[in-house]
């Protein structure tokens, strides 16, 4: 079987995020396969819808040891919402997340209705148990000038996860980065 690889975009973003189009290219030259979606309402996302979401469009395409999930924003912390809630025992091969985080910064936040819209994101409790019962290899990457993720999130993926962290330099939200090597570098 060939190894998998699902990209899951972020808040307000689609399946064309800015690295993402160099990934994919890079991956299918590697003989990967590659599926990137374009996540429900995006500019109003809601956890049960993006959760479902997954759920409805992997089942299609299924899991295995081989397959490797890699997220951005609240992308990530999607991905680590859709494991916590996976057939128990079923294995993957690795996450990678960019700019993840568990809170954001005020910087975020536009205004008051994007913090209740993430409200549930940033307070409903994750199973983290559970999600190391399907995947126990993590890579968190980060940048240290990043508006809306403080590096202390870092730290958390650290915790929770046991996520090995790059923090990369002056690389804001990755909006504007068009290659981030090191994903390649962790799915071999």
Same mark, same amino acid.
């Given at each position: 079987?060939?190894k998998?690889?699902?990209?899951?975009?972020?808040?307000?973003?689609?399946?064309?995020?800015?690295?993402?189009?160099?990934?994919?290219k890079?991956?299918?030259?590697?003989?990967?396969?590659?599926?990137?979606?374009?996540?429900?309402?995006?500019?109003?996302?809601?956890?049960?819808?993006w959760?479902?979401?997954?759920?409805?469009?992997?089942s299609?395409?299924?899991?295995?040891?081989?397959?490797?999930?890699?997220?951005?924003?609240?992308?990530?912390?999607?991905?680590?919402?859709?494991?916590?809630?996976?057939?128990?025992?079923?294995?993957?091969?690795?996450?990678?997340?960019?700019?993840?985080?568990f809170?954001?910064?005020?910087e975020?936040?536009?205004?008051?209705?994007d913090?209740?819209?993430?409200?549930?994101?940033?307070?409903?409790?994750?199973?983290?148990?559970?999600?190391?019962?399907?995947?126990?290899?993590?890579? =968190?990457?980060?940048?240290?000038?990043?508006?809306?993720? %403080?590096? &202390? #999130?870092? !730290?958390?993926?650290?915790?929770? @996860?046991? =996520?090995?962290?790059?923090?990369?330099h002056?690389?804001? %939200?990755f &909006? #504007?980065? !068009?290659?981030?090597?090191?994903i @390649?570098?962790?799915?071999?």
């Amino acid at each position: 079987m060939k190894k998998k690889v699902y990209l899951i975009h972020g808040w307000g973003g689609s399946s064309r995020e800015e690295w993402f189009d160099w990934l994919k290219k890079e991956l299918l030259n590697k003989g990967f396969e590659v599926k990137a979606f374009d996540m429900p309402n995006t500019e109003n996302p809601k956890i049960e819808d993006w959760v479902g979401f997954l759920e409805e469009k992997i089942s299609l395409g299924g899991i295995d040891e081989k397959t490797y999930f890699v997220g951005k924003s609240i992308g990530c912390q999607t991905i680590i919402r859709f494991l916590e809630k996976l057939h128990k025992h079923k294995k993957i091969a690795g996450c990678v997340f960019v700019a993840g985080w568990f809170n954001l910064t005020e910087e975020a936040y536009e205004n008051e209705l994007d913090k209740k819209l993430m409200h549930s994101w940033t307070t409903s409790e994750i199973n983290f148990e559970r999600v190391l019962d399907h995947c126990n290899n993590f890579l =968190a990457i980060f940048s240290d000038n990043d508006p809306f993720v %403080h590096l &202390d #999130e870092a !730290e958390k993926f650290k915790e929770k @996860l046991g =996520a090995k962290r790059i923090i990369k330099h002056s690389k804001g %939200h990755f &909006d #504007e980065v !068009e290659e981030i090597p090191d994903i @390649l570098n962790f799915i071999k």
